[in-house]
């Protein structure tokens, strides 16, 4: 007897688990699991639905745009609005009106440019992460993967004789 205690190591006796159990899963605990995991996750998932159905934006600050009033017709530049983290795009259209929107594409996030018209195209604004293309006049998508989503996030403005001031931005039409 002593012979068999001697050959079975000191940690064998301290954790006596089988080995033919060691890895053993019953169905009902596997569905358990599943099931704690897809509540989990849908949690998760509701906790952002509500956050983002109850977030409200604004209020807007007024903020003028430095250099805006001298600018050509065709001209653009990228000022910050309405904070200093995100870029927005003011364009002096060829017929010299202005218009400005959020310069993130809403595909992955890319910086857009605007682009004059030429022989063979009219004025748009471009996305050159995959091709896209923006109607200048509604931020919506003409070309590329914008096309299927929502529209560029435009930018209220308020011209003056001499200045060009941003109040706010646009709501999100989805249509």
């Given at each position: 007897?002593?012979?068999?205690?001697?050959?079975?190591?000191?940690?064998?006796?301290?954790?006596?688990?089988?080995?033919?159990?060691?890895?053993?899963?019953?169905?009902?605990?596997?569905?358990?699991?599943?099931?704690?995991?897809?509540?989990?996750?849908?949690?998760?998932?509701?906790?952002?639905?509500?956050?983002?159905?109850?977030?409200?934006?604004?209020?807007?600050?007024?903020?003028?745009?430095?250099?805006?009033?001298?600018?050509?017709?065709?001209?653009?530049?990228?000022?910050?609005?309405?904070?200093?983290?995100?870029?927005?795009?003011?364009?002096?259209?060829?017929?010299?009106?202005?218009?400005?929107?959020?310069?993130?594409?809403?595909?992955?996030?890319?910086?857009?440019?605007?682009?004059r018209s030429n022989d063979e195209e009219g004025e748009h604004i471009g996305c050159y992460c995959h091709n896209g293309r923006f109607e200048v006049e509604t931020g919506r998508g003409t070309q590329g993967p914008p096309r299927e989503l929502?529209?560029?996030?435009?930018?209220?403005?308020?011209?003056?004789?001499?200045?060009?001031?941003?109040?706010?931005?646009?709501?999100?039409?989805?249509?």
């Amino acid at each position: 007897m002593s012979d068999t205690k001697q050959s079975i190591p000191k940690w064998r006796e301290d954790f006596p688990i089988e080995q033919e159990f060691d890895d053993f899963i019953t169905r009902r605990d596997f569905v358990r699991f599943l099931g704690l995991v897809s509540a989990g996750l849908m949690v998760g998932n509701a906790s952002v639905v509500v956050s983002s159905l109850t977030h409200e934006e604004g209020p807007f600050p007024e903020m003028e745009v430095a250099g805006a009033a001298d600018m050509k017709p065709g001209g653009w530049m990228v000022y910050k609005y309405p904070n200093e983290k995100t870029a927005a795009i003011l364009i002096r259209r060829e017929n010299g009106e202005y218009i400005s929107f959020l310069q993130k594409c809403p595909h992955l996030a890319c910086p857009v440019s605007y682009h004059r018209s030429n022989d063979e195209e009219g004025e748009h604004i471009g996305c050159y992460c995959h091709n896209g293309r923006f109607e200048v006049e509604t931020g919506r998508g003409t070309q590329g993967p914008p096309r299927e989503l929502r529209p560029l996030r435009q930018v209220v403005l308020r011209v003056d004789e001499n200045s060009v001031t941003a109040i706010g931005l646009n709501e999100i039409h989805l249509a």
